[in-house]
Nanobody, 122 residues
Framework: QVQLVESGGGLVQAGDSLRLSCAAS????????MGWFRQAPGKERESVAA????????LYAHSVKGRFTISRDNAKNTMYLQMNSLKAEDTAVYYC???????????????WGQGTQVTVSS
């Protein structure tokens, strides 16, 4: 089992930056890929970005490519999402996810955090 806890959400203005963190605990000795997802009110959950177990490979949704950067520090069991040039449409609850066998932008991850709210005012 892997437990995931997100942090770093908040209320910002359009054009601002924000960095989200996802701390993993539990069976963190296993190699696992991780991802960020988001869900806006009244919308389906969508993928934002994913990162391979060693951080060598990353994937991004078209809507955030060039503005968001996913990274991880395995020594700290923590994944990050640096969000720059935030837009009102980035407003959502952001979730992190992890899986020992799946890597990609699909929602096929086994472990999920509780989410952190990001609100961008225009």
């Amino acid at each position: 089992q892997v437990q995931l806890v997100e942090s770093g959400g908040g209320l910002v203005q359009a054009g601002d930056s924000l960095r989200l963190s996802c701390a993993a605990s539990g069976r963190t000795s296993s190699s696992y890929a991780m991802g960020w997802f988001r869900q806006a009110p009244g919308k389906e959950r969508e993928s934002v970005a994913a990162i391979s177990w060693n951080g060598d490979d990353t994937l991004y949704a078209h809507s955030v490519k060039g503005r968001f950067t996913i990274s991880r520090d395995n020594a700290k069991n923590t994944m990050y999402l640096q969000m720059n040039s935030l837009k009102a449409e980035d407003t959502a609850v952001y979730y992190c996810a992890a899986d020992t066998s799946y890597y990609g932008l699909g929602d096929h991850y086994d472990y999920w955090g509780q989410g952190t709210q990001v609100t961008v005012s225009s």
